[in-house]
């Protein structure tokens, strides 16, 4: 991050991210360690009542952790939280994006408190989130 | 159904190592290319002792070492296909990198009924720390439990 403070407002987090596919699914079960069938197993996503095999929550968060971290250093980054606002379909393009909402102090530590938002190619909002950073 | 006689209940502990095979495996998923990540000497001159993890990945390592996969939900007797992650936190306390022996211990915090009994939100809080004793982050996890309809 540049050395001039932000502003209220600033958008400092953009980041676009190539369709997700099956075969991104089935890397990220075994990278992640999760390895719940509903993300890469058609028929047990079926039986559970879901058309088809959908995202990884995380999948999502760590494209939007990647998009911050682009952003801002991993050691500036104080908090990071996410609600998973609804399902990632396969063949969704994410956007992810980080604007400032909030300049703070905390134990004499100048910070920002930013609005993180992962939406799809239909503008969907995937995640809502926020990271509180160093500055 | 779980009810609150779940919240305070501890899970096994896990250790997990940051082994940096694991973790480039994770940062090729991911197409993440920042060279923090990948550069040890990036990473030095960026105050690390080595190459730290990316923000989500505390998540993915207690996953991988847990002996036993998705305790807490067979500990408190859900069905994995009927879950969903709710919501996501992580409060970073001191850095993380390849070589770290990590300590996670979860508990449950919360347990709330929504939309009449229809589902169930479980929050799971989780502690960890490193080889040093060292408090790294906390973690806490919601997950939402789409319960079935009674009969």
Do not use: W
């Not at chain 1, 994410?94 to 408190?113: D, F, I, P, Q, Y």
């Amino acid at each position: 991050m540049s050395a001039a403070q932000p502003s209220v407002g600033e958008r400092i987090v953009h980041k676009e991210f190539p369709p997700i596919t099956r075969h991104r699914l089935a890397l990220y079960c075994g990278a992640s360690g999760d390895h719940n069938p509903i993300h890469v197993d058609l028929d047990f996503a079926k039986k559970a009542g879901f058309p088809d095999v959908f995202s990884h929550g995380m999948l999502v968060m760590a494209y939007l952790g990647q998009a911050l971290t682009d952003a801002v250093p991993p050691s500036r980054i104080r908090s990071f939280s996410t609600r998973f606002a609804a399902i990632t379909q396969l063949g969704a393009k994410l956007t992810c994006e980080g604007t400032v909402a909030e300049l703070l102090e905390h134990n004499g530590e100048k910070r920002a408190r930013l609005t993180l938002t992962t939406k799809d190619q239909s503008g969907e909002i995937k995640l809502a989130g926020e990271a509180v950073i160093a500055l | 159904m779980v009810d609150q006689s779940a919240v305070g209940r501890e899970f096994t502990p896990v250790t997990a190592r940051v082994e940096p095979g694991r973790l480039r495996f994770f940062l090729d998923t991911l197409g993440e290319d920042n060279p923090v990540y990948r550069d040890e000497n990036t990473a030095r001159a960026a105050g690390y002792r080595a190459t730290p993890v990316p923000p989500t990945y505390l998540f993915c390592l207690e996953m991988m070492d847990a002996t036993v996969p998705f305790e807490f939900l067979t500990a408190l007797d859900i069905d994995l296909a009927r879950v969903l992650h709710g919501e996501q936190r992580f409060d970073y306390f001191a850095p993380v990198v390849v070589g770290d022996t990590l300590t996670f211990r979860p508990r449950v915090t919360s347990v709330t009924e929504k939309k009449g009994g229809a589902m169930t939100l479980i929050v799971v809080e989780t502690g960890v720390t490193n080889q040093d004793g060292v408090h790294v982050a906390d973690i806490s996890r919601t997950v939402v439990v789409r319960n079935p309809r009674p009969s």
